[in-house]
């Protein structure tokens, strides 16, 4: 499922990747309330109120500069705009005259509602209540660094505050194998491990470093490429911790939906990584020369190959495929599923101890937001080791190894029909009025179709079910061979 990447590997793995352009994901700049009506004075140009807190603030200045960790989330168009807060009872004061919008009830709680106006409006009630900068934000773009897409500059070069603009740089590199990362020495001072995809990465994934070059600090961030994937399936895969059981089991049926939206991808497009790095700059044009200057976006100089310059704490590769991530991720949803840790009712708490499955079940697929903990990959203690399997029966690993995808097991399904005639209940597996029947496709999942029960079992629940009704003879063993040889 996974190598370790000797010398000669990393040399012929990192040769053969195909490395995009440098490109621009992230800037927070600041700009003159004037400056940005001269850019955006059109008439289609409009502006929207946020009525969210969000749960980053901007990151804050020290020594000289404002405290933008107290600036407010005020509006977004194709950027997100923060203001100081102390403009924010004058501005809707003002703001009255034109529109009919609320102020917020919570300090940064721009407004109750989400009223939309003309950026015109806009900027003039900001400036009536004396408020003379934005603080604009933008990411995930990843505009490519060429003359195509790099019309103008973003930044307003002669700003008093734009030395603390930041930008994120960075190039993508794609392969057909999945990389993850970590240091070479445990606990290395500068250096943030976030594990993904555990217990088959070994507690490898994204590295966050702290890094300086002629004495001007840069931070980089280094991660499988598949994170863009699980997030443009969903974005907000993970949430927040779950308050009842009901609420885990629907992020429990989230994760299996992303299982089923991975195995539609090919190889190519999970696999590779990428390089990015922050750096604070008045502009993007500077930004770009002082990261050309580095090493940070070759990946010989993290994992020390070739002659040189290398980084002071190099890092470790290991790789796994696209079948080795499905089969990760299903593995442990097999082990959660058997050890009954989604099971419950649902409107009560659930417990620790679920909500670590939960976690690991979302790591294991290659999700990790940094809000929860994962299990240690070698952790003898770990959850998925504590009870016993004898009740597994000897048939479900042969299934288990031929039927993976959706399309696979709704195979199984019928061929099991076909030869009982039905599927009994896991729950009443006794009365013959309590059957199966597909309730889902994507992922697949089948529902009793008594009503009162609806109990339900989805993927390796359903191998499961199906290889302990062989084992009890059931089904025909010999007759489901043959149905599925037909």
Known sequence: MHKDIEEEQRIALVNGLDRNVMDVDRWEIVISCQEYLNRFKDSLATIQLVNRVPSRQLVRTYHTGPAF???????HSNHMIWVPQIHKEAFFGFLGEFQTAQPGRLPLQASTGQALMSTSVFIYCLLRSGCRTLRLKAYGQKMPLDDRFMVTEPAQEDHEWAKHNEWDLG?????????????????????QHYPMVIPASLDHGTVNITAQ???????????????HVLKS???????????????????VNAALTMIHNLSTKDDKSLGGFRIEVTVKAPSLKVAKRLVDQTSFLDPNYWLGIGDGPHAPELLNARFITKKGLLDNANWIYHQADQLGKFEGDNNKRPSGLQVKALTDLMNGLGWNAGLRKPSKSMDPDAWWYKEDHENTPEIYQSLANNFHSDEEIGRLFNYARNTAGHVPCKDFPNDPTHRYQVNNRSPYRIRCCMPGCFHRLARTGIVHWIATLVEQEVIDGESLAAEMRS
Not at 69 to 75: Q, V
Not at 174 to 179: R, T, Y
């Open 233 to 251: 399936f969903n974005s907000h895969l993970q949430g927040g911790i779950p308050r009842t059981v009901h609420g885990m089991r629907r992020q």
């Open 171 to 191: 190039t993508t590199f794609l392969d057909d194998k999945i990389w993850l990362f970590r240091a070479l020495r445990d606990r290395v001072h500068g250096i």
């Open 69 to 75: 960790n107290k600036w407010m989330f005020l509006g």
């Open 213 to 227: 070059y002629k004495r001007r600090n840069f931070s980089v961030k280094i991660y499988p490429r598949m994170v």
